[in-house]
């Protein structure tokens, strides 16, 4: 879980020279944050850029030590190219699921690594989901698929209720992202894990079904 493979490496340093890049220059952080009426617009680049800016240090250690603890899982099971393409399409789905939600909303901003972050935390889960992991300030271990729909619906709760300045529909499309890819790269776990996998889904039905409701908003 701990090993930080050179993939990891240059993903923490992509992120931590963007990031502060953006500290120092507000002109940058204003072209390339996620931002709805200017991706409505054409600018589909902030749906990768903006996965790369941070708020401010705190933001960017919290979201790169989380990926750090889970990187090597998911390396050591599917390898540095697949670990690529599930750290991307998170993004992409966590800033996909945002832009849906709140395509109306043409001020709505968003920054951070958490959709993409989110979705290999999701992906190590899915991989070995008796892991243990430590939610919030419960000090004992809780077994991985706990804590992955436990912080599912504590998302939807955020998204619900609007609370705080946290893109919880980017951390909920990441996972979602991470979870379906990485069914992709390895079915077998439908054969291997299946209750596990179907566990894990419980949290994207809940949602659709209070999408589909009108229960979200």
């Known amino acids: 879980m701990y090993n930080l493979g050179l993939v990891t490496i240059v993903i923490i340093a992509a992120n931590v ?16 944050k996620f931002n709805v009426g ?8 902030r749906m990768v850029s903006s996965g790369f800016l941070h708020a401010d240090t705190t933001h960017l250690l919290m979201n790169m030590v989380t990926l750090y603890f ?25 800033n996909l699921l945002s832009l849906y939600l709140h ?18 935390l999701y992906a190590a889960i899915l991989l070995d989901p008796k892991m243990s992991l430590y939610m919030f300030f419960i000090p004992i271990p809780i077994p991985g698929y706990i804590f992955g729909i436990g912080y ?27 979870y379906l890819v990485t ?10 894990d299946l209750g596990h996998v ?18 979200l908003k």
């Not at 200017?38 to 680049?45: A, L, P, T, W």
């Not at 069914?183 to 291997?192: A, G, Y």
């Not at 419980?202 to 409701?213: D, G, R």
């Open 17 to 32: 020279i963007v990031s502060y890049k953006g500290f120092g220059d507000r002109l940058f952080f204003e072209k390339y």
């Open 183 to 192: 069914l992709l790269l390895m079915p077998s776990l439908l054969k291997t």
């Open 103 to 120: 395509k109306e909303e043409f001020w709505y901003s968003a920054i951070g690594a958490s959709g993409a972050v989110t979705g290999i």
């Open 152 to 178: 599912l619906l504590y998302s939807i709760y955020g998204m619900k209720n609007r609370i705080g300045n946290i893109g919880h529909d980017a951390h909920f499309g990441g996972a979602v992202g991470g």
């Open 70 to 94: 889970f990187a090597g899982s998911v390396i050591g099971q599917l390898g540095n190219f697949n670990f690529i393409i599930i750290y991307i399409a998170s993004l992409i789905f966590g």
């Open 38 to 45: 200017s991706i409505r617009r054409g600018e589909q680049i």
């Open 198 to 215: 179907g566990l894990l889904a419980v949290p994207i039905i809940i949602l659709f079904v209070m999408y589909k409701t009108g229960r």
